[in-house]
């Protein structure tokens, strides 16, 4: 796998100069368009019914994006352009290589605290803490809101909605409204952080938004989040369960590698800011930090009372089988089912784009319509499609826009998928974990109030980030 990833790398950097001396072929209006348009719509449809299949998402869009660019290379090699499509299919896999490594890192780290007991102790203490329903609600989702931007939304989420069970999961109506709560704030969280969200690091890796001028969007996320739970407030059971009396602790070390998951973001900023390098050279750099840490823990560890070196403070690191720290363990752990989509979805849409379809759809949105209005449709289509495809379309498309606009776009790709809980990962994950009390009716429910902290969203950014605009028309 590394020395694939070397050789696309290499190659695709030496051959990208050969996409503007091939000859291009419209095949929007063709079998060949069509085709390749219905493969997509095919594989997307199964990648939304998954929560009813059990079919893993990545499934489907990885055979579309081999039927796709198939196709698309057996039309052009049959008119005599035989390099095209490979030319075009290398610069998507360099996009996705850059992609690939930044977030094997990112799971790596997360998945290295949770063996840690980092989020278990976190949520017990919050469980233990005896805090009333409605301080809870805010609690969690003030959480959510913070973690989400150097965590990913996802697992933020999760850690939320585990706590909101221990406590109320005798109480459906808290939980709906928490788990609602919960999903809104870690979306909207990671909506102003070049790390919160798969859609705002695309962003970052692309160039079009620099690391600091993203916490322009910390307001408006902010509002977003605020003002349905505000509204929701009201609706919370007005309850005090009663509070536990012991919490988990960390284990050995799980201190040192949150400064270290620290360490290896300035590292990634730095390289991106400083040496004008992609950030997932920073990131691998930091990767080399926690596996020397881990060689540590591993030489450190000992919990054998028959040795002659026990240490009991030492003693209670053996969960399960886990004897001590591997951090090749925590790799294999990444979510690969997700990285495989990323691949698929990658390929799908940078296939169509190839195509043409994506210039169509530019001229129409950006155009007809104008940036503005595009930008927040994009939003609403986050809230249908997953926001990914969305995010990577524009990028793709690169449209002609001010910095505002395009910190606009971000912000509605991030936050969007908040309308609907099919509309973000967060959502469909806790859907599944506090199945019949956190639903898709449930959450369609409170659309009104969530649609109205998108919208005030969107205004404030256009309020307090009007600089970024340039004077140009919205």
């Not at 390749?36 to 719509?41: D, E, S, Y």
């Not at 698309?72 to 690939?100: C, D, K, P």
Request: charged share 10%; with cysteine.
């Amino acid at each position: 796998m590394p020395l694939l990833l070397v050789n696309v790398l290499i190659f695709g950097c030496s051959n990208l100069w050969a996409a503007s001396t091939e000859a291009h072929i419209n095949l929007t209006s063709g079998w060949v368009g069509y085709t390749c348009l219905f493969i997509f719509i095919a594989a997307y449809g199964f990648v939304i019914a998954e929560e009813y299949t059990h079919m893993r998402k990545s499934k489907p869009v990885l055979l579309a994006a081999g039927l796709i660019w198939g196709i698309i290379a057996w039309v052009y090699a049959s008119n005599g352009f035989s390099h095209a499509a490979e030319t075009a299919v290398r610069h998507n896999i360099l996009e996705y290589a850059e992609l690939f490594l930044f977030l094997l890192v990112a799971m790596t780290y997360i998945n290295a605290m949770e063996e840690r007991q980092v989020f278990s102790a976190l949520r017990d203490r919050l469980v233990c803490a005896g805090f009333s329903f409605r301080k809870l609600f805010w609690v969690t989702g003030g959480l959510a809101f913070c973690i989400s931007p150097i965590a990913d939304n996802l697992t933020t989420a999760l850690l939320m909605c585990a706590v909101v069970m221990a406590i109320g999961r005798d109480n459906a109506r808290f939980v709906s409204l928490s788990c609602i709560n919960i999903v809104v704030a870690a979306n909207a969280g990671g909506a102003f952080s070049p790390f919160g969200d798969i859609t705002t690091l695309m962003v970052w890796q692309k160039g079009v938004v620099d690391f600091w001028t993203f916490f322009h969007l910390f307001i408006p996320s902010l509002v977003n989040w605020i003002v349905p739970a505000a509204i929701m407030h009201f609706a919370i059971p007005n309850l005090k369960p009663a509070a536990c009396e012991t919490a988990q602790a960390m284990k050995r070390g799980a201190v040192a590698i949150m400064i270290l998951f620290l360490l290896t973001i300035a590292t990634a900023v730095s390289f991106h800011n400083f040496l004008h390098l992609p950030p997932m050279m920073g990131m691998m750099t930091g990767l080399a930090y926690l596996k020397f840490y881990g060689f540590y823990l591993k030489k450190t560890h000992k919990n054998s009372p028959s040795a002659p070196d026990y240490d009991p403070e030492k003693a209670d690191e053996r969960i399960g089988d886990t004897v001590a720290f591997d951090v090749f363990k925590k790799v294999a752990r990444a979510e690969w089912d997700t990285l495989m989509f990323f691949y698929g979805v990658i390929l799908c849409v940078g296939g169509l784009g190839f195509i043409g379809y994506l210039a169509i759809v530019s001229q129409v949105m950006y155009v007809d319509w104008g940036p503005t209005a595009a930008n927040v449709m994009v939003g609403i289509l986050s809230a249908l499609v997953d926001n990914i495809p969305v995010m990577f379309a524009v990028l793709t498309m690169n449209p002609d826009m001010s910095m505002g606009h395009w910190l606009l776009v971000t912000l509605t790709a991030g936050v969007g998928g908040s309308l609907l809980s099919i509309g973000s990962a967060a959502g469909v994950a806790l859907m599944g974990q506090a199945r019949g009390m956190y639903t898709f009716f449930g959450h369609l429910r409170w659309l009104p109030a969530i649609a109205l902290g998108y919208a005030a969203s969107i205004g404030v950014h256009l309020l307090v980030n009007r600089h970024f605009f340039d004077g140009v028309a919205l």
